[in-house]
């Protein structure tokens, strides 16, 4: 079946709800939201649409996740923040997103993103603030400060913080996107633990509220899908911690889905016995107020013609809908957006400034065998970065021999997966292969070598760390940023917002919901030089 077109959803199923895939430019956007609720306003209730989004401000671009900056300004990750540790910058990020999102119609966040980081192989760390409750807890506070403003109003974008009650506990690093990584599980008593940044979250007044995907084992919840569990929506998050907000489901809960072209069971751990409407019914009783993913009306009001679901129960959470898009502004001056203001404002000078800036402050530089900074204009060999941009800084040679100097750029390792929608989890091991480990080695041992690498998980390098003339660590950063911290001409100040294991038996015996529990690691957390 083809996917409902935008009217179909809007005049034909009733939707006001919906969430922006990819990357267009800016004046496209502003234009398609203005005509978007030029629609919504001619249906009979004229209820204005919600337009919502993951994040688009760093690096990594995950259709599942996230999208990379594009026209927006570009921050390091939330791990790079978390390097950084600047609580004030945090609120200055959050307000930067605040500003770009408003401008082109944006009301949503769908972040931050405040699981903690403590199974290495976990694919979705870089959205993290780290494996630190209490940083997490710091960072979050100052993030909604800056996105949603002393109140929630016009002038905000309502936050969704994910994914209550914790990700990263799962079982083997899997991500429960996927069958074989539906499993949640607390092999070392830390449920609580992982509680902690969600009490702040509340505490500072967050909106909305996304449960996640995994299904815990071994404990005292119901062993189904957060999304279901009425132990964890209503018992935890609004009996025990008193929150009144939105409750979103995260996305595909309730049908199977074609994810390029291929097949995805609907992610209902736990409650894959039960239809569509059965699963709806459930995630309703639980506590849930809206279903991401899903465009099934129908199914909720055949639910309550039958009597399986009160009428007063979606009541309940229709009110909580409306409410927010009155407070937003959204049924006033805050339908439309000024498409020449948004072209100024996304992307604009002052922003993409402080973006480059913090990508520099968050690089970590964790050995230095006396190479930094790189006096003068040397010879240097470049591999996994641009030949053109390290042309500002020094001679660019093809052949390392010739080189003074070498510069590496790395990723964190992961396995490939011939699932095209799984390919980008990256999961599984942080090591790296053999033969492309000799061949690292190879150019180490050649030339004095900086290697740059990408931290989207807590990668095992050991013989890289030991080899290296200098190694940084990245959490998202542009060639030039890293060139200008190798040539002094900006001060990295990161430390590991998580700790690096020293081989993947480590990993292997550490427990999933436990912060930095591998044996002896390559580099702690908090590791990282001034330079």
């Known amino acids: 079946m083809l996917p409902h077109t935008t009217p179909e959803l809007i005049e034909g199923k009733h939707l006001s709800h919906f969430n922006l895939l990819g990357q267009y430019g800016v004046r496209e956007m502003a234009t398609w939201v203005n005509r978007v609720q030029e629609m919504a306003a001619a249906t009979r209730l004229g209820i204005p649409v919600t337009l919502s989004t993951d994040p688009r401000h760093s690096f990594t671009d995950n259709i599942g996740a996230s999208f990379n900056s594009g026209a927006f300004s570009a921050w390091p990750e939330p791990l790079g923040l978390a390097a950084i540790g600047d609580a004030g910058l945090v609120e200055e990020f959050g307000d930067t997103v605040r500003r770009e999102y408003l401008a082109v119609g944006f009301r949503v966040a769908l972040h931050p993103q405040i699981d903690l980081a403590t199974e290495p192989r976990w694919s979705r760390q870089s959205g993290t603030f780290g494996s630190s409750a209490g940083t997490t807890s710091a960072l979050v506070r100052t993030y909604l400060k800056g996105l949603q403003g002393p109140r929630l109003g016009p002038d905000s974008v309502a936050a969704m913080v994910k994914h209550f009650p914790g990700g990263g506990p799962q079982k083997d690093g899997e991500d429960p996107h996927f069958a074989h990584g539906k499993e949640q599980i607390y092999p070392g008593g830390m449920r609580e633990h992982h509680l902690e940044p969600f009490k702040a979250a509340i505490d500072a007044g967050c909106s909305q509220i996304m449960p996640y995907y995994g299904q815990p084992i071994g404990t005292d919840w119901e062993e189904v899908g957060f999304g279901f569990n009425k132990g964890v929506i209503t018992g935890l998050s609004r009996e025990r911690l008193g929150f009144g907000g939105i409750v979103c489901t995260d996305w595909g809960l309730l049908n199977d889905a074609a994810i390029f072209g291929e097949t995805h069971e609907a992610r209902a751990w736990g409650v894959e016995h039960l239809s569509a409407a059965e699963r709806a019914a459930k995630s309703l009783d639980a506590g849930a107020d809206q279903f991401g993913g899903e465009e099934c009306p129908e199914v909720i009001v055949e639910l309550v013609r039958s009597g399986r679901v009160e009428e007063s129960r979606v009541d309940a959470s229709v ?213």
């Open 319 to 531: 009110r909580r809908l409306l409410r927010e898009k009155f407070v937003l502004g959204l049924f006033d001056e805050r339908r439309y957006v000024d498409v020449d203001l948004a072209e100024r404002t996304v992307g604009k000078a002052e922003f993409t400034r402080a973006g480059d800036l913090a990508q520099r402050r968050s690089l970590t530089v964790l050995t230095n065998q006396s190479l930094l900074p790189l006096p003068g204009r040397p010879k240097v060999y470049v591999r996994g970065l641009s030949a053109e941009t390290a042309a500002a800084y020094g001679e660019v040679v093809s052949d390392p021999a010739d080189a003074d100097v070498a510069v590496l750029r790395l990723r964190t390792p992961y396995e490939q997966r011939a699932n095209k929608f799984e390919s980008f989890f990256h999961s599984g091991t942080l090591a790296f292969p053999g033969d492309e480990l000799t061949e690292i080695l190879r150019l180490l041992d050649t030339v004095p070598t900086l290697v740059g690498i990408n931290l989207e998980r807590a990668a095992v390098i050991p013989e890289i760390a030991e080899r290296a003339a200098a190694l940084v660590a990245d959490f998202g950063a542009s060639d030039a940023a890293l060139l200008d911290v190798a040539f002094g001409r900006a001060r990295a100040e990161g430390r590991l917002p998580f700790e690096l294991p020293r081989s993947m038996a480590a990993v292997e015996a550490a427990r999933a919901d436990v912060p930095n529990d591998t044996v002896d690691p390559v580099f702690p957390v908090g590791s990282g030089l001034a330079v």
